[in-house]
């Protein structure tokens, strides 16, 4: 809860603007009319306004002067199918945006695209592919970003100290190259400022410092090196194993000449199976909570949520993705 106190003190009455394309869901109709009244985001829902407001009534919630957007009656609807098509260079015709606009996913994408928002918060129904899809299409990643890449924050068990982590790409890039994995170093060290952590970024291995020999190996090698070229002032080491990442008595043994070895706090897996299992070990036997995936390297934030989420969860996340349009 802490966490979620300072995070919302830095957007808190700054308007940003992010959108739902998925309004007409009890749990993110809910999530998006505390924002509002918390003076934490202006809210843009997306859907049959009868509907929404027919839910609002049905809840006992004001909906107040929250903007909602038809995508079937929007003003600026051929404007948004002339941008999209100059953004996708040919790529669709006239016919094809417009068909394609009327998903309310691609809506809200052009909405903060146009800057009309400032992030979008979506995946309560639509599935991870439906959501980042659009995003990438047309928001796409930050130059010198080739991709986008999953975070997770996670947050220790109050009774058993420890301190905020984050663990990635546990989500989206299935085995990604020494490049892609140098680049996803540097957008979570990013991801971890945001959280008030000051990054120390570990690039995983089964192997400390040459304490085995493998191709598996040799791209965290690789990776580490390219890390260090894209941003020579953060603090990044590796291969190293999680324990000498962790662990400073190990740390001592295994990597005695690395400043981060033992004191990490951002962890790199050399691929998802690896990350996936990593984070969900950490959250189920370590007891640690674990925000997201938070979505890393675009140009605007657009975050996806569980299908299983909750009202909360939504709340959070959406406080998340306002932090990062403040990058």
Request: one cysteine or more; aromatic letters at 6%; proline letters at 6%.
């Amino acid at each position: 809860m802490e966490l979620f106190k300072a995070l919302s003190l830095k957007i808190k009455d700054k308007n940003l603007r992010i959108v739902y394309p998925e309004a007409e869901d009890v749990r993110v109709l809910g999530a998006a009319i505390r924002l509002k009244a918390d003076k934490l985001i202006e809210p843009i829902l997306i859907g049959n306004p009868d509907n929404i407001k027919q839910l609002a009534a049905e809840n006992h919630w004001n909906l107040g002067d929250i903007e909602i957007i038809d995508p079937s009656n929007y003003p600026r609807f051929e404007e948004m199918v002339a941008a999209f098509v100059e953004r996708r260079k040919g790529k669709n015709t006239e016919e094809q945006a417009r068909e394609m606009l009327r998903d309310n996913v691609y809506l809200g994408t052009m909405l903060v695209y146009t800057d009309a928002a400032d992030g979008l918060v979506c995946g309560a129904t639509y599935s991870t592919g439906d959501t980042v899809r659009p995003a990438l299409q047309i928001i796409k990643t930050r130059p010198n970003v080739k991709l986008t890449s999953g975070a997770f924050v996670m947050i220790p068990p109050v009774e058993g100290g420890g301190e905020k982590l984050i663990m990635a790409d546990c989500a989206i890039n299935i085995n990604p190259d020494a490049q892609e994995l140098a680049e996803i170093a540097v957008e979570s060290a990013k991801t971890a400022r945001i959280f008030d952590i000051e990054p120390k970024v570990a690039m995983l291995s089964f192997s400390t410092k040459g304490s085995a020999a493998s191709p598996e190996v040799d791209k965290v090698v690789e990776a580490t090196r390219i890390a260090r070229e894209l941003d020579p002032s953060l603090p990044i080491d590796g291969e190293l194993q999680f324990d000498a990442a962790l662990v400073e008595s190990v740390a001592d043994k295994k990597a005695p000449e690395s400043d981060v070895a033992g004191h990490a706090n951002v962890f790199v897996f050399p691929e998802i199976q690896s990350g996936n299992i990593g984070y969900k070990i950490a959250q189920r036997i370590g007891q640690y909570q674990a925000i997201g995936p938070i979505l890393q390297g675009l140009n605007k934030p657009v975050s996806d949520l569980s299908r299983g989420c909750n009202e909360e969860d939504v709340y959070k996340v959406s406080i998340i993705t306002a932090n990062q349009a403040l990058i």
